[in-house]
């Protein structure tokens, strides 16, 4: 029964946004008023309606309804609850309930916030909205339905939720990681209704960017919780390869921080407008591009969804016809934008253009890269190559380089133009300074230096003392300096962030210790100074797995740690999992995998001392926090 | 100035620093190197190479049983003096390109590595000159301006 | 000037997502051998009958044949085993068996419970052979035309659609 009400709730959706998406560019064409009390109406009835579906299908889980074909492939009586209720995500079909809640999420955000103005500029970007939404519900529907039925002989037992996403960290990433993604339908809509309704100014501009910041900061969050959730369980210490499905998070990433950029400008000088409205377009187009990627089966990856031509062609649909839609849309319109603001090459409006063009083309080259490996396939009639993490990390250093240097001066720039230039002296100056300081540490924490960190430390001293050094140590008063903090405390984390996530990076890629050894009970070893003993092994029953877990301490001079790594077999599925041990202090983690047993009690075993490692995700968070800072504060102030 | 003195020291001392480290001799490491530097070598080759089985791993993070061949023949290879060419040549020979995750620079491959970077700098070009003619346009339409203003004093005086 | 900014993005996006769709007709989820058109590698490994009888690439020489990669602990190859032995009996085919990274006693009491579709195995248990091969798991099957020369490989369970897709074009 349940499952039946909550298809028919999403039917229900999809016949409400077909209406919300038609009924406002029939009102535009034919001239006639723009209530909004429907607006708010239909939007909360969607919004409800697609949570009313969604908590049917988080019913049919917890209750065990193996009925429910999407549950009886990814759900198990065995499984604890908490994993039942996540697994309504674990899969494409129910993974597609949950970025439509998103989107009715954003489109009843974008219905209430002081941002709503009374006028066919927002009614049509509500129309907007609900295509997408209709889109991503039909497709649903007729694709991927989470409710289809296995009657009447429905299993007793299902199968079960792949091991490797029984975490924590797994429940909650791609909610945040879907919100990102779906927000960007939202400066989408306000870009094509800023072109149809001849709105593309800065109210526009205004209206678009805290939407596009709240994106960013829940893609930034996304990420990040991908990118340690992958350290912790894939048992390697990795944390970023550089995967299709990464770059498919990635990619909009990059172009959602040039959107708000250049949103910057075009608010306050009423330029940069064809850069902001392609932004707008691209930075969502990236988005579906991403959602084709994982799901069409077009790309293997460690994270593929759902391998399936078909529904790969019916994505490629939506994305033509939004896409291809907006940029029809973007070529037809008035190309006469007046732009009286002349700048010069060394203002910070041509600061930011830089800023656009690095990340756009960093972003384009990234999909090109991902993609890449099918273009040659193709191309060769059937030579087979890939393209990894050597080619990604070579591609990415002199746009990280470019980039972060303008993190540093973009502080110092003038409007129109910049006529002092005293500051570069002094931010050298203080670089340097704070350069040796962070080489200094390292040689005392890991007793060497290493030329491979060197650009990452040199770009953290640069954005530190560009962003937050300079100014307080040249601001005389405090009231000032705390003035400039609140001015710009937002964008001051997300530089920041980004300059801990640099350093990060850069510490733990040229300073980490690694060893592959064998050990019996009893037996340690001596990692670059670091003893590791293996104490003991142990048997362990888990919910639905049993273990073999083995006990280790580490000895660092004084200090004594514990730790444990984890072999789970879990029986339903039979698969097998590694459960690294992990410890970390402020500067390193030390993480332990545990590998085959060889004979007796000898087993193998992967030990790696990783330094700074966690002040990537610390820097995610910092930037997370920095862009949600700046949206909240710009939707309070009625933008 | 300073700063520029104070950069150099610190490079060269990196340049200067770093010693053949002996590694200790031990049967437990299962990849046993006694130069520390072929060591590191071999860590860097492992995430080069792609596991042929696997959907989307290095050899490095794989445990998939042709993955542990395939390192166990590299530190062969390594420990026996070969370059990386030789390995990449090795492993080319039997499994293909697709085992490189650093595709080769060939010219099937110059788009993609080249690509970018000339991307990048056409961009900047139409950017600039995007930027000359607007402020050109700008200058212009001053000229202009100041034309009819001139025209209509004269009219008026 | 501007007129051309504003219809390239459009153009642009068309031809990616011709791109796209020519990418959503591939059909290819294998590993393409690199061995094809070449001739069978040189090995020194023993018999899987027999240990004392060493063979090396002289042995394979019964042209048109396969080369079949198997072991006990290679589920998929149970699958394809009477397929093996079928076409053993039908086409006349040489078969050679790899018998890959295996326990010798379990092989040869597998094929004297299941039937014996191989000419003989070559025993190749560290999986070098395999590896001059570019085998990256079984069942794998080469096919080596009367000329000596490989000219196709199939990854996964050898089946009658795969043998007259792939593999009997080769056989004129």
Same mark, same amino acid.
């Given at each position: 029964?349940?499952?039946?009400?909550?298809?028919?709730?999403?039917?229900?959706?999809?016949?409400?946004?077909?209406?919300?998406?038609?009924?406002?560019?029939?009102?535009?064409?034919?001239?006639?008023?723009?209530?909004?009390?429907?607006?708010?109406?239909?939007?909360?009835?969607? @919004?409800?309606?697609?949570?009313?579906?969604?908590?049917?299908?988080?019913?049919?889980?917890?209750?065990?309804?193996?009925?429910?074909?999407?549950?009886?492939?990814?759900?198990?009586?065995?499984?604890?609850?908490?994993?039942?209720?996540?697994?309504?995500?674990?899969?494409?079909?129910?993974?597609?309930? $949950?970025?439509?809640?998103?989107?009715?999420?954003?489109?009843?955000?974008?219905?209430?916030?002081?941002?709503?103005?009374?006028?066919?500029?927002?009614?049509?970007?509500?129309?907007?909205?609900? &295509?997408?939404?209709?889109?991503?519900?039909?497709?649903?529907?007729?694709?991927?339905?989470?409710?289809?039925?296995?009657?009447?002989?429905?299993?007793?037992?299902?199968?079960?939720?792949?091991?490797?996403?029984?975490?924590?960290?797994?429940?909650?990433?791609?909610?945040?990681?879907?919100?990102?993604?779906? %927000?960007?339908?939202?400066?989408?809509?306000?870009?094509?209704?800023?072109?149809?309704?001849?709105?593309?100014?800065?109210?526009?501009?205004?209206?678009?960017?805290?939407?596009?910041? $709240?994106?960013?900061?829940?893609?930034?969050? %996304?990420?990040?919780?991908?990118?340690?959730?992958?350290?912790?369980?894939?048992?390697?210490?990795?944390?970023?390869?550089?995967?299709?499905?990464?770059?498919?998070?990635?990619?909009?990433?990059?172009?959602?921080?040039?959107?708000?950029?250049?949103?910057?400008?075009?608010?306050?000088?009423?330029?940069?407008?064809?850069?902001?409205?392609?932004?707008?377009?691209?930075?969502?187009?990236?988005?579906?591009?991403?959602?084709?990627?994982?799901?069409?089966?077009? $790309?293997?990856?460690?994270?593929?969804?759902?391998?399936?031509?078909?529904?790969?062609?019916?994505?490629?649909?939506?994305?033509?016809?939004?896409?291809?839609?907006?940029?029809?849309?973007?070529?037809?319109?008035?190309?006469?934008?007046?732009?009286?603001?002349?700048?010069?090459?060394?203002?910070?409006?041509?600061?930011?253009?830089?800023?656009?063009?690095?990340?756009?083309?960093?972003?384009?080259?990234?999909?090109?890269?991902?993609?890449?490996?099918?273009?040659?396939?193709?191309?060769?009639?059937?030579?087979?190559? =890939?393209?990894?993490?050597?080619?990604?990390?070579?591609?990415?250093?002199?746009?990280?380089?470019?980039?972060?240097?303008? &993190?540093?001066?973009?502080?110092?720039? %003038?409007?129109?133009?910049?006529?002092?230039?005293?500051?570069?002296?002094?931010?050298?100056?203080?670089?340097?300074?704070?350069?040796?300081?962070?080489?200094?540490?390292?040689?005392?924490?890991? %007793?060497?230096?290493?030329?491979?960190?060197?650009?990452?430390?040199?770009?953290?001293?640069?954005?530190?003392?560009?962003?937050?050094?300079?100014?307080?140590?040249?601001?005389?008063?405090?009231?000032?300096?705390?003035? /400039?903090?609140?001015?710009?405390?937002?964008?001051?984390?997300?530089?920041?962030?980004?300059?801990?996530?640099?350093?990060?990076?850069?510490? @733990? =890629?040229?300073?980490?210790?690694?060893?592959?050894?064998?050990?019996?009970?009893?037996?340690?070893?001596?990692?670059?100074?670091?003893? /590791?003993?293996?104490?003991?092994?142990?048997?362990?029953?888990?919910?639905?797995?049993?273990?073999?877990?083995?006990?280790?301490?580490?000895?660092?001079?004084?200090?004594?740690?514990?730790?444990?790594?984890?072999?789970?077999?879990?029986?339903?599925?039979?698969?097998?999992?590694?459960?690294?041990?992990?410890?970390?202090?402020?500067?390193?983690?030390?993480?332990?995998?545990?590998?085959?047993?060889?004979?007796?009690?000898?087993?193998?075993?992967?030990?790696?001392?990783?330094?700074? @490692?966690?002040?990537?995700?610390?820097?995610?968070?910092?930037?997370?926090?920095?862009?949600?800072?700046?949206?909240?504060?710009?939707?309070?102030?009625?933008? | 100035?300073?700063?520029?003195?104070?950069?150099?020291?610190?490079?060269?001392?990196?340049?200067?620093?770093?010693?053949?480290?002996?590694?200790?001799?031990?049967?437990?490491?299962?990849?046993?190197?006694?130069?520390?530097?072929?060591?590191?070598?071999?860590?860097?080759?492992?995430?080069?190479?792609?596991?042929?089985?696997?959907?989307?791993?290095?050899?490095?993070?794989?445990?998939?049983?042709?993955?542990?061949?395939?390192?166990?023949?590299?530190?062969?290879?390594?420990?026996?003096?070969?370059?990386?060419?030789?390995? +990449?040549?090795?492993? +080319?020979?039997?499994?293909?390109?697709?085992?490189?995750?650093?595709?080769?620079?060939?010219?099937?491959?110059?788009?993609?590595?080249?690509?970018?970077?000339?991307?990048?700098?056409?961009?900047?070009?139409?950017?600039?000159?995007?930027?000359?003619?607007?402020?050109?346009?700008?200058?212009?339409?001053?000229?202009?301006?100041?034309?009819?203003?001139?025209?209509?004093?004269?009219?008026?005086? | 000037?501007?007129?051309?900014?504003?219809?390239?993005?459009?153009?642009?996006?068309?031809?990616?997502?011709?791109?796209?769709?020519?990418?959503?007709?591939?059909?290819?989820?294998?590993?393409?051998?690199?061995?094809?058109?070449?001739?069978?590698?040189?090995?020194?490994?023993?018999?899987?009958?027999?240990?004392?009888?060493?063979?090396?690439?002289?042995?394979?020489?019964?042209?048109?044949?396969?080369?079949?990669?198997?072991?006990?602990?290679?589920?998929?190859?149970?699958?394809?085993?009477?397929?093996?032995?079928?076409?053993?009996?039908?086409?006349?085919?040489?078969?050679?068996?790899?018998?890959?990274?295996?326990?010798?006693?379990?092989?040869?009491?597998?094929?004297?419970?299941?039937?014996?579709?191989?000419?003989?195995?070559?025993?190749?248990?560290?999986?070098?052979?395999?590896?001059?091969?570019?085998?990256?798991?079984?069942?794998?099957?080469?096919?080596?035309?009367?000329?000596?020369?490989?000219?196709?490989?199939?990854?996964?369970?050898?089946?009658?659609?795969?043998?007259?897709?792939?593999?009997?074009?080769?056989?004129?």
């Amino acid at each position: 029964m349940i499952p039946e009400i909550g298809h028919v709730l999403l039917i229900g959706a999809l016949a409400v946004t077909f209406i919300g998406g038609c009924l406002p560019f029939y009102e535009f064409v034919s001239k006639k008023d723009y209530s909004q009390s429907y607006v708010k109406l239909f939007s909360i009835l969607t @919004v409800f309606l697609v949570t009313g579906s969604f908590i049917c299908l988080i019913y049919s889980f917890l209750v065990d309804d193996f009925s429910v074909a999407y549950v009886a492939t990814n759900s198990n009586t065995l499984l604890p609850d908490y994993y039942k209720f996540a697994a309504t995500w674990g899969a494409h079909e129910g993974s597609l309930v $949950l970025w439509i809640l998103c989107l009715s999420l954003w489109l009843v955000g974008y219905m209430f916030s002081k941002n709503n103005v009374n006028d066919s500029f927002s009614s049509i970007t509500f129309a907007v909205m609900n &295509q997408v939404i209709f889109a991503f519900i039909l497709f649903t529907l007729f694709t991927s339905n989470p409710f289809e039925r296995l009657l009447p002989f429905s299993p007793l037992e299902g199968g079960d939720l792949n091991p490797s996403l029984q975490d924590f960290a797994f429940t909650i990433h791609p909610p945040l990681l879907y919100l990102g993604y779906s %927000g960007l339908a939202l400066p989408f809509s306000l870009a094509v209704a800023a072109m149809i309704t001849k709105n593309i100014d800065s109210l526009w501009a205004s209206n678009s960017r805290p939407w596009s910041l $709240l994106s960013c900061a829940f893609l930034t969050l %996304g990420i990040g919780l991908g990118s340690w959730w992958a350290y912790y369980e894939l048992g390697w210490g990795g944390w970023w390869f550089w995967d299709p499905v990464e770059n498919a998070a990635f990619v909009p990433w990059l172009i959602s921080i040039a959107l708000f950029h250049s949103l910057i400008v075009t608010e306050r000088r009423g330029v940069f407008k064809n850069w902001s409205l392609l932004l707008s377009i691209l930075s969502f187009g990236a988005s579906l591009l991403g959602t084709f990627l994982v799901r069409s089966g077009v $790309l293997t990856s460690v994270h593929a969804f759902a391998l399936d031509p078909e529904r790969g062609l019916f994505i490629l649909g939506i994305f033509t016809y939004f896409i291809f839609g907006a940029l029809l849309i973007y070529s037809l319109k008035n190309t006469k934008t007046q732009t009286e603001s002349t700048y010069s090459l060394t203002s910070i409006e041509f600061g930011f253009l830089l800023n656009n063009l690095l990340l756009v083309v960093l972003a384009i080259s990234i999909m090109f890269g991902t993609v890449f490996p099918l273009l040659y396939e193709a191309y060769t009639n059937g030579d087979q190559v =890939s393209v990894g993490p050597p080619y990604f990390n070579i591609l990415i250093l002199p746009f990280a380089i470019g980039l972060g240097f303008l &993190q540093g001066i973009g502080l110092f720039l %003038g409007w129109s133009d910049t006529k002092d230039f005293s500051f570069l002296n002094r931010l050298v100056i203080e670089a340097m300074t704070v350069l040796i300081v962070i080489n200094i540490v390292l040689y005392f924490l890991f %007793g060497s230096f290493n030329t491979g960190s060197l650009v990452a430390c040199l770009l953290f001293a640069w954005i530190v003392s560009g962003n937050i050094l300079d100014v307080v140590i040249n601001k005389r008063s405090v009231s000032k300096i705390k003035s /400039f903090l609140s001015f710009r405390l937002g964008a001051i984390f997300a530089h920041l962030g980004i300059a801990f996530l640099v350093l990060g990076i850069g510490v @733990v =890629s040229s300073h980490s210790s690694e060893k592959e050894l064998l050990l019996s009970v009893g037996e340690s070893y001596d990692l670059d100074g670091y003893v /590791f003993e293996f104490e003991n092994m142990n048997v362990k029953r888990g919910p639905n797995y049993i273990a073999d877990v083995a006990i280790l301490k580490i000895r660092e001079n004084t200090k004594t740690i514990s730790l444990s790594s984890e072999k789970r077999n879990y029986l339903s599925a039979n698969q097998e999992t590694t459960e690294a041990g992990i410890v970390a202090d402020l500067f390193k983690d030390y993480y332990v995998a545990l590998g085959e047993n060889l004979q007796g009690d000898t087993w193998s075993f992967r030990l790696q001392v990783k330094p700074f @490692v966690r002040w990537i995700w610390f820097g995610a968070l910092l930037v997370a926090i920095g862009t949600f800072i700046s949206s909240i504060k710009l939707l309070r102030k009625g933008a | 100035m300073k700063a520029l003195i104070f950069l150099t020291i610190l490079l060269l001392s990196q340049v200067i620093a770093p010693l053949e480290v002996e590694n200790p001799e031990d049967e437990k490491v299962l990849y046993p190197f006694e130069n520390y530097d072929r060591e590191v070598r071999f860590n860097r080759l492992l995430e080069d190479y792609r596991c042929p089985k696997c959907q989307s791993s290095s050899l490095s993070g794989s445990n998939a049983p042709i993955a542990k061949d395939l390192k166990l023949e590299i530190y062969r290879l390594v420990k026996a003096g070969k370059e990386d060419s030789e390995i +990449t040549e090795f492993l +080319t020979q039997r499994y293909g390109d697709f085992i490189l995750y650093k595709p080769p620079f060939q010219s099937s491959t110059y788009v993609l590595w080249i690509g970018p970077f000339v991307f990048l700098v056409l961009s900047m070009l139409l950017v600039l000159m995007f930027k000359r003619n607007q402020q050109k346009e700008g200058a212009d339409r001053n000229l202009e301006e100041l034309k009819k203003r001139l025209e209509f004093d004269r009219l008026n005086k | 000037m501007k007129k051309f900014i504003h219809i390239a993005p459009l153009v642009i996006f068309t031809f990616l997502v011709l791109a796209l769709f020519s990418f959503l007709k591939r059909d290819n989820n294998q590993l393409n051998s690199v061995l094809i058109d070449k001739n069978f590698p040189e090995f020194n490994l023993t018999k899987l009958e027999n240990k004392n009888v060493v063979l090396t690439k002289g042995d394979i020489s019964n042209f048109p044949a396969i080369v079949n990669v198997w072991a006990t602990w290679c589920i998929t190859c149970r699958i394809e085993h009477p397929f093996l032995l079928e076409l053993k009996q039908e086409s006349k085919i040489n078969i050679y068996g790899l018998n890959y990274k295996d326990n010798r006693q379990k092989a040869l009491d597998l094929l004297e419970r299941d039937g014996n579709p191989f000419e003989f195995s070559v025993y190749d248990e560290e999986g070098s052979l395999a590896m001059d091969l570019g085998v990256y798991g079984a069942p794998e099957t080469f096919l080596i035309n009367s000329d000596g020369i490989i000219k196709a490989r199939h990854v996964g369970a050898l089946t009658p659609e795969v043998w007259d897709k792939k593999f009997v074009i080769h056989l004129r």
